[in-house]
């Protein structure tokens, strides 16, 4: 029923409907160096409208900001306060099928986490199927090493 009014209120008061954002976790890996620099960042994300709660950890340097928020909002309003800023580019190790390939692995992520697929299939395309070539021809019959490696 309350949706029902907001609805009509929005339509009635501006002569069209109203867009509300949706209700959404963002997590941004942020470099954080000291207590000063953690609390500016949660300082200035609490203040974006619509913020529910706002979690920062700085030993993964990581903030999850979960409201009513537009991620590329957050990501600016966090980039606002001088520190090095991006969406969260890892995944949880349980998520990836293959979490020890090459483009997947990296050793700048936190314990427990691999990059996100979703960049590495782009990278994979860039390279034009190099790689998937190499993994066929690793295990191939033709290859005079394929034993020592199985």
Same mark, same amino acid.
């Given at each position: 029923?309350?949706?029902? !009014?907001?609805y009509?209120?929005g339509?009635?008061?501006? @002569?069209h409907?109203?867009q509300k954002?949706?209700?959404q976790?963002?997590? !941004?890996k942020?470099?954080?160096?000291c207590?000063?620099?953690?609390?500016?960042?949660?300082?200035?994300?609490?203040s &974006? /409208?619509?913020?529910?709660?706002v979690?920062?950890?700085?030993?993964?340097?990581?903030a999850?900001? $979960?409201?009513?928020?537009?991620?590329?909002? =957050?990501?600016?309003?966090?980039? +606002?306060?001088g520190n090095?800023?991006?969406?969260?580019?890892?995944l949880?190790y349980s998520l990836? $099928?293959?979490p020890c390939?090459?483009? &997947?692995?990296?050793?700048k992520a936190? +314990? @427990?986490?691999?990059?996100? =697929?979703?960049?590495?299939?782009?990278l994979?395309?860039?390279? @034009?199927?190099?790689?998937?070539?190499?993994?066929?021809d690793?295990?191939?019959e033709d /290859?005079? /090493?394929s034993?020592? &490696?199985?």
């Amino acid at each position: 029923m309350e949706e029902t !009014l907001d609805y009509l209120s929005g339509f009635l008061c501006t @002569g069209h409907k109203v867009q509300k954002k949706q209700f959404q976790t963002v997590e !941004l890996k942020v470099r954080m160096d000291c207590d000063g620099c953690e609390l500016k960042v949660k300082k200035a994300l609490s203040s &974006i /409208n619509g913020v529910q709660s706002v979690d920062v950890d700085r030993k993964q340097q990581k903030a999850t900001v $979960t409201g009513y928020v537009e991620p590329n909002q =957050v990501l600016r309003r966090a980039k +606002s306060t001088g520190n090095q800023a991006e969406l969260w580019p890892y995944l949880p190790y349980s998520l990836v $099928t293959h979490p020890c390939t090459a483009v &997947i692995y990296d050793k700048k992520a936190p +314990s @427990g986490y691999v990059r996100n =697929v979703v960049e590495c299939v782009a990278l994979v395309s860039d390279h @034009g199927g190099e790689q998937e070539d190499q993994l066929a021809d690793m295990f191939s019959e033709d /290859n005079p /090493n394929s034993c020592s &490696i199985m």
